[in-house]
């Protein structure tokens, strides 16, 4: 059975009886494949769900499981296959090659039916590492949500969550922008005018069975999960226990599919904190406590509407040559601007705890300072004078090492990048977009790592309310920011991991104005 690059399905009209029984004598007979099988209900939708163990274990310690997730909807001929992967993006980086999606939309094909356009693939974006044979694994999943279909009723509802992320870009008073990572220091805090939205909102997609009980839950947020655990273990990380919590708590064998969102400029909250562990579990709890309480409330119906369709945008790539230029200018500049110091580490913490624990007296007790005075000798006055120069001397140093960490940092993406292009021979790349609808619930995506306001920008736009994106799915461009986000190229990891021109954004959003009309 092949199946169009879009299928919509409305109200079907009835099987008789005797077609029912002549499919099911074939089905028994071994004369028709299982994908046949979709054709048995009718009426309705129909939903599957499974997950399969895709955790890398002879990688290292591992935490906690990683998985392949999966959801298949059916209505009349229409099929979508949602699949949520526990690992950091499908193909380009990490432990899935480019080869991944390919191999699991053909096997699916071949075996099932089931046309590629019909597939949709999101990461989880958590740094876990998945085994080699992933993509089996994955459909795998998928054959096991197929034979699990049963009918279905459809909910739509939205969470609430602003506990656990953060916007690491951060706006200087220079009107330039960074960004929080571990890859190198922060501006001093006198440098940071504020900083950029959040989304906490927690779009969910509910299928119940006949019988009220939960089959599946599909939630869709926007944060990276990037917390890790204690220790450095392979996780799933903060997304892996939010779907372990809301399982744990719904009906036996509920499937929770994490569906990562615009999370490209957001951090897990407090990610640089060096007074306490890291650790995914408390951020995770929460997001799943959160994302039940909305789950609970949510009212299923019968509802049997289903599309699902993606199309090819052709996207323009970004020249960094300039760019570039600049930077290596500013490197050189940098390193040409640090001078010499009296003082070393050894010397410098000392001198900067004495002085800070007391501004008048730091070198000794008060009645020697008062004894000189009287004497009108300068000997400590002088000294001290002469170690705040050391001092200062010394801080610029170090603030201009950690403005060369920025710099060097992010220089090396943007070469990366533009070598790429080069390579390429080519100045724009296609991309995927796709669009989904189950009832009420409407879903666009993505393949690039889309920064917080683009989703909001959709989400607000859209004529379906709600609306939720996705990205990070069907493939993986690396960051995707905003046209004005760009103008900071160098500046931040979104604007330099990226291979995006600036024009991209306004043909991305208006291809996805236009598809929304079409659900």
Not at 196 to 207: H, W
Not at 221 to 248: L, W
Request: aromatic content about 6%.
């Amino acid at each position: 059975m092949m199946i169009s690059l879009k299928q919509t399905n409305g109200l079907h009209e009835t099987r008789s009886i005797q077609s029912l029984i002549r499919l099911r004598s074939l089905v028994l007979s071994g004369l028709i494949f299982l994908s046949s099988i979709q054709t048995i209900h009718a009426e309705g939708l129909q939903a599957g769900a499974a997950k399969v163990d895709v955790t890398h274990r002879d990688a290292g310690p591992v935490n906690d499981t990683l998985y392949a997730r999966a959801l298949v909807i059916k209505s009349g001929e229409t099929v979508a296959v949602i699949v949520s992967v526990d690992a950091v993006a499908i193909g380009e980086i990490g432990p899935i090659k480019n080869d991944y999606l390919p191999s699991v939309r053909k096997q699916l094909q071949s075996k099932l039916g089931i046309a590629p356009s019909n597939v949709m693939v999101n990461a989880s974006h958590c740094h876990g590492i998945v085994v080699p044979d992933v993509a089996d694994r994955t459909v795998q999943a998928v054959t096991q949500a197929i034979e699990n279909l049963e009918p279905v009723r459809v909910g739509v509802g939205i969470g609430h969550e602003d506990r656990i992320q953060e916007n690491r870009r951060l706006k200087l008073k220079s009107g330039k922008e960074a960004d929080v990572r571990h890859a190198y220091s922060l501006p001093a805090d006198e440098e940071v005018a504020e900083v950029g939205p959040i989304d906490p909102q927690i779009g969910i997609l509910k299928l119940e069975r006949e019988d009220g009980r939960t089959l599946a839950v599909v939630y869709n947020f926007a944060c990276h999960p990037i917390q890790g655990v204690p220790g450095g273990a392979n996780t799933a990380d903060m997304t892996g226990y939010s779907s372990k919590v809301i399982e744990d708590n719904l009906s036996e064998g509920a499937i929770a599919l994490f569906v990562q969102g615009c999370g490209g400029d957001i951090n897990p909250i407090d990610y640089k904190d060096t007074d306490h562990p890291r650790h995914a579990e408390p951020l995770g709890n929460m997001l799943g406590l959160s994302t039940l309480q909305a789950v609970r409330k949510i009212e299923c119906q019968e509802d049997n509407r289903l599309t699902v369709f993606n199309e090819l945008l052709t996207l323009p790539r970004g020249d960094r040559a300039e760019r570039i230029a600049q930077l290596e200018a500013r490197q050189r500049q940098l390193v040409q601007s640090l001078g010499g110091t009296s003082l070393n580490l050894k010397t410098f913490l000392p001198l900067v705890m004495k002085y800070n624990l007391s501004d008048e007296f730091p070198s000794y007790y008060s009645h020697r300072y008062l004894h000189d005075d009287a004497l009108d000798r300068k000997t400590l006055r002088h000294l001290d004078a002469e170690n705040r120069r050391n001092i200062e001397a010394y801080i610029k140093n170090i603030h201009t090492m950690e403005e060369l960490t920025r710099v060097n940092t992010n220089l090396r993406l943007l070469n990366k990048h533009q070598a790429s292009m080069i390579a390429s021979g080519k100045r724009t790349i296609d991309v995927e977009v796709g669009a989904l609808r189950v009832g009420n619930f409407v879903l666009v995506t993505f393949p690039g790592e889309l920064t917080v306001r683009i989703g909001l920008n959709i989400k607000k736009a859209s004529p379906h309310q709600p609306t939720f994106v996705a990205g990070y799915t069907n493939g993986y461009i690396y960051y995707a920011p905003t046209a004005e986000q760009l103008m900071n190229v160098g500046g931040a990891q979104e604007d330099s991991d990226c291979i995006l021109a600036p024009e991209w954004q306004e043909i991305f959003e208006s291809k996805v104005a236009a598809m929304l009309k079409e659900l």
